[in-house]
């Protein structure tokens, strides 16, 4: 069974501060990718990464695929309040297969 | 709007009732997923719809756990005899894509909003 853990599971942190989230697993996956979920609605693609090594930048947040193919890490930088939310990573496999989520809380 | 919709988006059910859960996925996606999401968790596939093709159910937990999409657009989830720990978010997501199974994930997909269920 493929598996995806993320770390932390629960994160709380003032405005203006930078954090980041890991993914990982024990398999390889051929693409991963990043969603963000606000209470009450589905989550929302932020990227795709599927290239071992690959680096996406989306504003402030920072994407990094590992060389292995096995993780991945998203980096916020200056957090801000409408950053809050669930954040979820799920690894290309034939089962789709998603992390449980870090739940990230940004205080202003 | 032009986004995947569901409904209910709530609802409340007694142990032992039959439930049915609608998606719209937005016009012209191919694909049709449906997820369930226990509260604190990740999402977990249930099952792929191709069209009106069902090609994959391996995720349904239980026989009673049924989904169908007869014309190919919209597709329902039905629950027969809810039990407690059927008490979830069900999720459905469309794409326009038709990938091959392994590059699924590379292809966009579009969430709705979801259906709590709450099995008393």
């Known amino acids: 069974t493929q598996l995806l853990e993320q770390s932390p599971q629960f994160l709380s942190i003032q405005e203006g501060e930078n954090l980041t989230v890991y993914c990982n697993s024990s398999s390889v996956f051929s693409s991963l990718q990043w969603y963000r979920q606000e209470p009450g609605e589905g989550p929302v693609l932020l990227v795709t990464?599927?290239?071992?090594?690959e680096v996406k930048k989306l504003k402030r947040l920072t994407f990094q695929f590992g060389d292995a193919r096995k993780d991945s890490s998203l980096h916020i930088t200056a957090a801000q309040t409408g950053d809050t939310g669930l954040y979820l990573c799920r690894g290309g496999s034939e089962k789709l297969v998603f992390g449980k989520g870090m739940k990230l809380t940004v205080n202003p | 709007g032009a986004g995947v919709s569901q409904s209910p988006r709530y609802k409340v059910a007694k142990r032992g009732q039959d439930v049915a859960l609608r998606c719209d996925p937005i016009?012209?996606?191919?694909?049709l997923f449906w997820y369930q999401q226990a509260l604190g968790q990740g999402p977990e596939f249930l099952t792929y719809f191709q069209n009106e093709a069902q090609l994959d159910k391996s995720g349904l937990p239980s026989d009673r756990f049924f989904a169908e999409r007869p014309e190919g657009s919209v597709s329902t989830l039905k629950i027969q005899r809810t039990q407690q720990e059927d008490s979830a978010v069900y999720l459905c997501a469309s794409s326009y894509s038709v990938p091959r199974i392994r590059d699924r994930v590379r292809y966009e997909q579009y969430f709705g909003p979801g259906t709590r269920l709450t099995v008393t």
């Open positions: 016009s012209g996606h191919v694909s």
């Open positions: 990464v599927v290239t071992g090594g």
